[in-house]
């Protein structure tokens, strides 16, 4: 497999061109992929968010807003240029910042944020051969670039001047170091069972034998302890503290405005996007059609790439539904449940999940034997 | 959950929070300064008064009868519970006897109001404790309950419509079947209530055991109505003093068991709420069956002129307790009124009740006492 | 228990009387706390809340009068307590007994100006901290100015 910085390099290889230039344009074009990627994704997740939340809440949702002439219909596709009008008032509106708030850290924070979700998607494939940079301990770099957000919420908390603030960035600190333990103990399961670090061998293997959540009652539980702690790392209800709003009012968001708050929304909805592409590759196959599982009698007489729908621009396809699918079922949490309140969030992480993920992995192990 | 800290080993600055006035959970304006260790609440000092609009005063300068529509906008999410309580406490001191239909007429529209009540008290407590969905079906539900009060007097939630003496309107031909149509649909949302909310584990895990208020503690702050019933004490109007024709009726009274947790929890004031409103809808159908025709406005004094006296009337609101102490000295104007309103006394007790809990706790304990600014402070 | 039987407990205190027509008890304010004491203690009396505290200007702000309204929820009867006072007589407070009375006597310190002797912490609660005046006394005069703000005393602008 290879990455696109690799065929950068690789295209231009006959041509004279300063090496210099070279490196930049391989760090250029990258960097534009990965930011359409999160834009795109923030606009398309935000509408879809709305739109769900309103049929969950028996009401309709965005439907005035259209886009280019297009208005949509009375159920669907009803406000689609909704997000692109919030985008572009959130762009142009006045950059607030409170007079004792430390200027430089503020200003900082949503960059930070940022950084950590966009060096996570540079390890992330998309599918068979499409990925920023091959690196061979995949999964090892995914989990430590996505505790980069942390700082930057911290830091956000408290530069802004304002007690609430500072709440929701003390119990957001805690709420995500915390969860990234029953998360790399998840992600650890594929890791022994498959021998791999670098996700192209992991999904090989699953190609090879099954989907990992299929191959031993403890890797499911495993998905499931892995889907709820990203459901807390990401700050979703029913883990939502950190920006409980009904207590404090946006916790540690409260004093930002405009560009620095889409800058923090963005980074919220593209680190939905990763976990849910990490937890597609690693438990439900990747880029791997879920036909590939199914034995059909006639799959043998007609050419199989036509048939279990497998291949590179498929694997795309793949992908994106099983992120969608998993990104819904966040979404679905969100409207449903109720908040857990900070000590009972830390309960169920330190007593409930890391007991059970360390059980898991001393049990899969043996299964492991066994089988 | 122990929760309290070893003060003597852990040296913490104490700081002061301030829920300002303006804050999406407050139900209103209201301010509470918090003094806290960390997350855990060492005192709370409610502060009333932001939404103080001389409703006493103004009773001393307008008749008896202008003094309804003022009376509804004391609680103006029970309207119809306060002009209640105010038309009986004028009857007493003007002692006159009422049609039948008035008060079976009365009974509806107030059990109808205890469901809307209600309805917004477990929506929003709902959204105090993170559940967004529930608060949009409850209100939801809510608008039919306004459609029916529309079709009735003209207005959606201030309605000057039960006046000393009668009511204002008589109801239309097609009132009663829209009633049973609308509580008919009701009680099949109830179910969906008590799947989403009531029996969701993380939704019991926030309120059970939260906010526990003895009996007694209750009682001496002067709490009355659901949030004294959760306690376990059955104390309701309704039943102990009946007034109006509540002692024609067959209902229950719910009192809180402590079925998730400890009697007089969060989760019991939330549940004596959700059923009393299945009470509510037992009486409304007993009242629609039995309801006698006649002349809404026979009784209806042509100038209400007391005689000389004082009275003090209590009645069941959708909070409790509704007291009315009138002093007339024999004009058409009164000389004093005053109302105790429930949600006075109720938010009394937060500071005793929420010692010793998390932030998120107290925003849990201020909604379940279900209070409403408009009546705190008149 | 009526009102007589409830008077016949507590009849043996100075300063007490029974109105039997309109059915309230008047106290002077000196025996006030004896009295609240026996209501609360006593077990055929035992009344365990304190449902309303109101206080009346019927003396054109000379003499004021303070009613209690207690109720029991275990014998189920009521009674009404009158005090009567003059102005800038002391009123026990009740604070220690009922928790009930705590901002009770606030609002009627607040609006009428009347002082609960051993009231925990007696301010306003429901006007500002720094508001002159008590407005509910039959000679209230609005002041002219509240923080620089004019309160105009000219009715015609909305009348």
Same mark, same amino acid.
């Given at each position: 497999m290879t990455s696109i910085v690799k065929s950068i390099i690789g295209s231009f290889q006959g041509f004279p061109i300063d090496p210099f230039l070279l490196a930049v344009l391989a760090i250029l074009v990258p960097g534009i992929i990965i930011f359409l990627i999160m834009a795109v994704n923030a606009l398309i997740a935000v509408y879809f968010e709305r739109k769900v939340s309103a049929f969950m809440q028996d009401r309709l949702g965005p439907m005035e807003v259209g886009i280019f002439g297009f208005k949509g219909g009375k159920r669907f596709w009803g406000g689609i240029g909704q997000t692109f009008a919030d985008a572009i008032?959130?762009? !142009?509106?006045?950059?607030?910042?409170?007079?004792?708030?430390?200027?430089?850290?503020?200003?900082?924070?949503?960059?930070?944020?940022? #950084?950590?979700?966009?060096?996570?998607?540079? =390890?992330?494939?998309?599918? $068979? %051969?499409?990925?920023?940079?091959?690196?061979?301990?995949?999964?090892?770099?995914?989990?430590?670039?996505? %505790?980069?957000?942390?700082?930057?919420?911290?830091?956000? =908390?408290?530069?802004?001047?304002?007690?609430?603030?500072?709440?929701g960035a003390m119990r957001a600190a805690a709420q995500m170091i915390s969860y990234e333990i029953p998360i790399a103990l998840s992600l650890i399961l594929v890791v022994l069972v498959s021998g791999h670090l670098d996700i192209h061998g992991i999904v090989q293997w699953q190609a090879d034998n099954?989907?990992?959540?299929?191959?031993?009652?403890?890797?499911?539980?495993?998905?499931?302890?892995?889907?709820? !702690?990203?459901?807390?790392?990401?700050?979703?209800?029913?883990?939502?503290?950190?920006?409980?709003?009904?207590?404090?009012?946006?916790?540690?968001?409260?004093?930002?405005? =405009?560009?620095?708050?889409?800058?923090?929304?963005?980074?919220?909805?593209?680190n939905m996007l990763i976990v849910a592409f990490v937890a597609s590759i690693v438990f439900l196959g990747g880029w791997l059609s879920p036909f590939q599982l199914i034995d059909l009698p006639f799959i043998d007489i007609l050419p199989e790439s036509w048939l279990i729908l497998d291949g590179t621009v498929f694997g795309i396809f793949w992908m994106f539904v099983k992120a969608i699918i998993l990104i819904f079922c966040m979404m679905w949490f969100r409207w449903t449940f109720p908040r857990l309140r900070v000590d009972q969030l830390m309960y169920v992480c330190w007593k409930i999940f890391i007991p059970f993920a360390l059980a898991n992995v001393i049990l899969i192990s043996i299964w492991e034997l066994i089988f | 959950m122990d929760t309290t800290l070893d003060k003597s080993i852990v040296n913490i600055d104490e700081m002061v929070l301030n829920m300002g006035p303006q804050h999406p959970s407050t139900h209103g304006v209201l301010r509470l300064k918090i003094h806290t260790d960390g997350e855990v609440v060492s005192k709370i000092e409610p502060v009333i008064g932001y939404l103080h609009r001389c409703f006493e005063k103004h009773c001393e300068n307008l008749s008896y009868e202008q003094i309804v529509p003022f009376a509804d906008r004391c609680d103006y999410l029970a309207s119809m519970h306060m002009d209640h309580a105010y038309s009986i406490a004028v009857e007493k001191?003007?002692?006159?006897?009422?049609?039948?239909?008035?008060?079976?007429?009365?009974?509806?529209?107030?059990?109808?109001?205890?469901?809307? !009540?209600?309805?917004?008290?477990? =929506?929003?407590?709902?959204?105090?404790?993170?559940?967004?969905?529930?608060?949009?079906?409850?209100?939801?539900?809510?608008?039919?309950?306004? $459609?029916?009060?529309?079709?009735?007097?003209?207005?959606?939630?201030?309605?000057?419509?039960?006046?000393?003496?009668?009511?204002?309107?008589?109801?239309?031909?097609?009132?009663?079947?829209?009633?049973?149509?609308?509580?008919?649909?009701?009680? #099949?949302?109830?179910f969906e209530y008590n799947e989403l909310l009531t029996g969701n584990k993380i939704f019991i895990e926030r309120t059970a055991d939260v906010g526990v208020m003895p009996a007694d503690v209750g009682m001496n702050f002067g709490v009355t109505g659901p949030s004294l019933r959760g306690s376990g004490v059955d104390y309701d109007l309704r039943k102990t003093e009946p007034y109006s024709i509540y002692n024609k009726f067959d209902f229950n009274v719910p009192v809180g068991e402590g079925k998730m947790g400890t009697v007089g929890d969060c989760w019991d004031r939330y549940w004596v709420r959700m059923v009393e409103m299945e009470e509510s809808i037992k009486i409304i159908r007993q009242a629609m069956a039995s309801l006698p025709d006649g002349d809404v406005h026979a009784a209806m004094p042509k100038k209400i002129r007391p005689t000389k006296g004082n009275v003090y009337s209590r009645y069941e609101s959708a909070r409790g307790d509704v007291g009315i102490y009138i002093q007339s000295n024999g004009k058409n104007i009164p000389l004093r009124l005053k109302m105790r309103s429930p949600a006075f006394c109720n938010l009394s007790v937060l500071g005793e009740i929420g010692e010793g809990w998390m932030i998120s706790d107290v925003i849990t304990i201020l909604g379940s006492l279900d209070i409403v600014l408009g009546e705190i402070d008149r | 228990?009526?009102?007589?039987?409830?008077?016949?407990?507590? %009849?043996?205190?100075?300063?007490?009387?029974?109105?039997?027509? !309109?059915?309230f008890i008047s106290v002077s304010s000196v025996s006030l706390l004896e009295v609240a004491e026996k209501f609360k203690n006593? #077990?055929?009396?035992?009344? $365990?809340?304190?449902?309303?505290?109101?206080?009346l200007d019927d003396g054109n702000s000379k003499i004021f009068t303070v009613v209690y309204n207690f109720h029991s929820n275990k014998n189920n009867h009521s009674i009404e307590v009158r005090v009567s006072i003059t102005d800038g007589e002391d009123v026990p407070s009740l604070a220690g007994i009922w928790k009930t009375a705590d901002w009770h006597e606030r609002e009627a310190y607040d609006m009428m100006g009347i002082n609960f002797s051993g009231h925990p912490e007696l301010k306003r609660i429901l006007l500002p901290e720094d508001w002159e005046g008590f407005p509910l006394r039959k000679n209230y005069e609005v002041a002219d100015y509240y923080h620089g703000v004019p309160i105009p005393k000219d009715k015609s602008y909305w009348e």
């Amino acid at each position: 497999m290879t990455s696109i910085v690799k065929s950068i390099i690789g295209s231009f290889q006959g041509f004279p061109i300063d090496p210099f230039l070279l490196a930049v344009l391989a760090i250029l074009v990258p960097g534009i992929i990965i930011f359409l990627i999160m834009a795109v994704n923030a606009l398309i997740a935000v509408y879809f968010e709305r739109k769900v939340s309103a049929f969950m809440q028996d009401r309709l949702g965005p439907m005035e807003v259209g886009i280019f002439g297009f208005k949509g219909g009375k159920r669907f596709w009803g406000g689609i240029g909704q997000t692109f009008a919030d985008a572009i008032k959130l762009l !142009s509106k006045e950059d607030i910042i409170p007079n004792d708030a430390d200027k430089f850290l503020m200003m900082m924070a949503p960059f930070i944020i940022f #950084t950590g979700a966009f060096l996570t998607f540079i =390890g992330l494939p998309i599918s $068979d %051969s499409l990925v920023i940079s091959n690196f061979n301990i995949g999964i090892f770099y995914i989990i430590a670039m996505s %505790s980069v957000g942390v700082i930057g919420i911290i830091l956000a =908390g408290w530069s802004s001047n304002n007690k609430w603030s500072l709440y929701g960035a003390m119990r957001a600190a805690a709420q995500m170091i915390s969860y990234e333990i029953p998360i790399a103990l998840s992600l650890i399961l594929v890791v022994l069972v498959s021998g791999h670090l670098d996700i192209h061998g992991i999904v090989q293997w699953q190609a090879d034998n099954r989907w990992f959540i299929l191959h031993s009652p403890f890797a499911a539980l495993g998905f499931i302890i892995y889907f709820v !702690s990203v459901v807390a790392e990401t700050n979703r209800t029913p883990f939502d503290i950190p920006e409980a709003e009904s207590e404090l009012v946006a916790g540690w968001m409260t004093e930002y405005s =405009g560009f620095r708050w889409a800058l923090f929304f963005l980074s919220e909805y593209a680190n939905m996007l990763i976990v849910a592409f990490v937890a597609s590759i690693v438990f439900l196959g990747g880029w791997l059609s879920p036909f590939q599982l199914i034995d059909l009698p006639f799959i043998d007489i007609l050419p199989e790439s036509w048939l279990i729908l497998d291949g590179t621009v498929f694997g795309i396809f793949w992908m994106f539904v099983k992120a969608i699918i998993l990104i819904f079922c966040m979404m679905w949490f969100r409207w449903t449940f109720p908040r857990l309140r900070v000590d009972q969030l830390m309960y169920v992480c330190w007593k409930i999940f890391i007991p059970f993920a360390l059980a898991n992995v001393i049990l899969i192990s043996i299964w492991e034997l066994i089988f | 959950m122990d929760t309290t800290l070893d003060k003597s080993i852990v040296n913490i600055d104490e700081m002061v929070l301030n829920m300002g006035p303006q804050h999406p959970s407050t139900h209103g304006v209201l301010r509470l300064k918090i003094h806290t260790d960390g997350e855990v609440v060492s005192k709370i000092e409610p502060v009333i008064g932001y939404l103080h609009r001389c409703f006493e005063k103004h009773c001393e300068n307008l008749s008896y009868e202008q003094i309804v529509p003022f009376a509804d906008r004391c609680d103006y999410l029970a309207s119809m519970h306060m002009d209640h309580a105010y038309s009986i406490a004028v009857e007493k001191l003007l002692d006159i006897e009422l049609p039948e239909r008035v008060e079976y007429i009365r009974v509806i529209v107030a059990e109808l109001q205890r469901i809307a !009540s209600h309805l917004v008290a477990i =929506g929003t407590f709902g959204l105090d404790v993170g559940a967004i969905t529930p608060f949009t079906w409850t209100i939801r539900d809510r608008e039919r309950v306004l $459609d029916l009060f529309e079709a009735l007097c003209g207005a959606r939630l201030l309605y000057n419509y039960i006046w000393p003496g009668g009511v204002s309107h008589d109801l239309s031909p097609k009132f009663i079947q829209r009633t049973q149509e609308f509580l008919d649909y009701f009680e #099949t949302q109830i179910f969906e209530y008590n799947e989403l909310l009531t029996g969701n584990k993380i939704f019991i895990e926030r309120t059970a055991d939260v906010g526990v208020m003895p009996a007694d503690v209750g009682m001496n702050f002067g709490v009355t109505g659901p949030s004294l019933r959760g306690s376990g004490v059955d104390y309701d109007l309704r039943k102990t003093e009946p007034y109006s024709i509540y002692n024609k009726f067959d209902f229950n009274v719910p009192v809180g068991e402590g079925k998730m947790g400890t009697v007089g929890d969060c989760w019991d004031r939330y549940w004596v709420r959700m059923v009393e409103m299945e009470e509510s809808i037992k009486i409304i159908r007993q009242a629609m069956a039995s309801l006698p025709d006649g002349d809404v406005h026979a009784a209806m004094p042509k100038k209400i002129r007391p005689t000389k006296g004082n009275v003090y009337s209590r009645y069941e609101s959708a909070r409790g307790d509704v007291g009315i102490y009138i002093q007339s000295n024999g004009k058409n104007i009164p000389l004093r009124l005053k109302m105790r309103s429930p949600a006075f006394c109720n938010l009394s007790v937060l500071g005793e009740i929420g010692e010793g809990w998390m932030i998120s706790d107290v925003i849990t304990i201020l909604g379940s006492l279900d209070i409403v600014l408009g009546e705190i402070d008149r | 228990m009526g009102s007589k039987q409830i008077f016949e407990v507590i %009849s043996s205190i100075k300063g007490v009387d029974l109105n039997l027509e !309109s059915e309230f008890i008047s106290v002077s304010s000196v025996s006030l706390l004896e009295v609240a004491e026996k209501f609360k203690n006593d #077990t055929t009396l035992d009344f $365990d809340f304190l449902m309303c505290i109101t206080a009346l200007d019927d003396g054109n702000s000379k003499i004021f009068t303070v009613v209690y309204n207690f109720h029991s929820n275990k014998n189920n009867h009521s009674i009404e307590v009158r005090v009567s006072i003059t102005d800038g007589e002391d009123v026990p407070s009740l604070a220690g007994i009922w928790k009930t009375a705590d901002w009770h006597e606030r609002e009627a310190y607040d609006m009428m100006g009347i002082n609960f002797s051993g009231h925990p912490e007696l301010k306003r609660i429901l006007l500002p901290e720094d508001w002159e005046g008590f407005p509910l006394r039959k000679n209230y005069e609005v002041a002219d100015y509240y923080h620089g703000v004019p309160i105009p005393k000219d009715k015609s602008y909305w009348e």
